[in-house]
């Protein structure tokens, strides 16, 4: 069975910097596509980042720009380095992996191409 943990949430100021760690485990990624998404109480689930098995493609929400990096670790893992938090940038943080290959933004950015999802971690900025 298919399992996403996420880890490396908590409490932090405005301008403060968190890692985020995704581990899958039950099934190799290492060709898949994996992502973020962050999801704030009342609102949409937004896209944050996602990145290709190769770890050569990445693709970020306008929201995170310059201020986020996502990255590749040994086999299965995936980071999330969010610098220069922002009180907007509270949210649940869920990791997600699709099962198959794709090239554009607009395939990485919807939530609906990805198949498998972790239980989230949250991620509180307070001013």
């Known amino acids: 069975q298919v399992r996403l943990v996420e880890s490396g949430g908590g409490l932090v100021q405005t301008g403060a910097s968190l890692r985020l760690s995704c581990v899958a485990s039950?099934?190799?990624?290492?060709?898949?596509?994996m992502g973020w998404f962050r999801q704030a109480p009342g609102k949409q689930r937004e896209f944050v980042a996602g990145?290709?098995?190769?770890?050569?493609?990445s693709y970020y929400g306008d929201s995170v720009k310059g201020r986020f990096t996502i990255s590749r670790g040994n086999g299965d893992t995936i980071y999330l380095e969010m610098n220069s938090l922002k009180t907007e940038d509270t949210a649940a943080y869920h990791c997600?992996?699709?099962?198959?290959?794709?090239?554009?933004?607009?395939?990485?950015?919807?939530?609906?191409?990805?198949?498998?999802w972790g239980q989230g971690t949250q991620v509180t900025v307070s001013s």
């Open positions: 997600a992996a699709k099962d198959y290959y794709c090239s554009d933004y607009a395939c990485y950015s919807n939530y609906h191409e990805y198949d498998y």
């Open positions: 039950g099934r190799t990624f290492s060709s898949y596509v």
């Open positions: 990145i290709s098995w190769k770890g050569d493609l």
